[in-house]
C-alpha cells in the first residue's frame, strides 16, 4: 500500500454563525468568526490518496490527474468565492473547516474510486496554527 499526497491552494470567505440564533449567540460561540461581513482566509488543501502502485506505469495516479481531479470538483468552485453563499457543495451548511473538509471528501470519493485508488485523508490548514483532517 502507497500513499500519495497533492497539495493546492484556495481563498475563501466565510462567516460562522447560525441562522437559527440571535447576534448575541453567534458573538458568544465564534467570536471574531461570526463577523455579519464575513472574513477570509488563504488555504492548503492536502488530499491523500492510497493503494496499489500499477506495474505498468509506476504510478497509484498520474499527478496531473489527480491535480485535475481536485481542481475541477473542489478549487475551482471554491477558489475567491463565498463559502457561506457561493459554493453549490455548502449550501444549507455551517462554513466550518470541519465541514468544510467533509464535503470536499463527498465531491472527491467517487472520481477517486472509479481511478483504482481510494481516498485516504482531506485535510485544510485554514491558517498557519489550525487545520483540520478528515479520514471518512
Not at 76 to 101: C, I, P, Q, R, Y
Request: aromatic share 14%; glycine share 6%.
Amino acid at each position: 500500500m502507497i500513499y500519495i499526497t497533492r497539495k493546492a491552494s484556495f481563498n475563501a470567505a466565510h462567516k460562522l454563525a447560525r441562522t437559527d440564533w440571535d447576534d448575541d449567540k453567534n458573538n458568544e460561540v465564534y467570536g471574531k468568526c461570526a463577523n455579519p461581513n464575513w472574513h477570509g482566509h488563504n488555504y492548503w488543501l492536502y488530499v491523500t490518496v492510497k493503494g496499489e502502485v500499477n506495474p505498468e506505469t509506476g504510478f497509484l495516479v498520474d499527478l496531473k490527474w489527480l491535480k485535475d481531479v481536485m481542481n475541477d470538483y473542489v478549487v475551482d468552485k471554491v477558489d475567491h468565492k463565498n463559502l457561506n453563499l457561493d459554493v453549490d457543495f455548502m449550501k444549507g451548511k455551517l462554513a466550518s473547516t470541519e465541514n468544510l473538509a467533509i464535503e470536499i471528501w463527498k465531491q472527491l470519493w467517487a472520481p477517486i474510486a472509479e481511478s483504482g485508488a481510494i481516498l485516504h485523508c482531506v485535510k485544510i490548514y485554514e491558517t498557519e496554527n489550525n487545520f483540520v483532517e478528515y479520514f471518512g
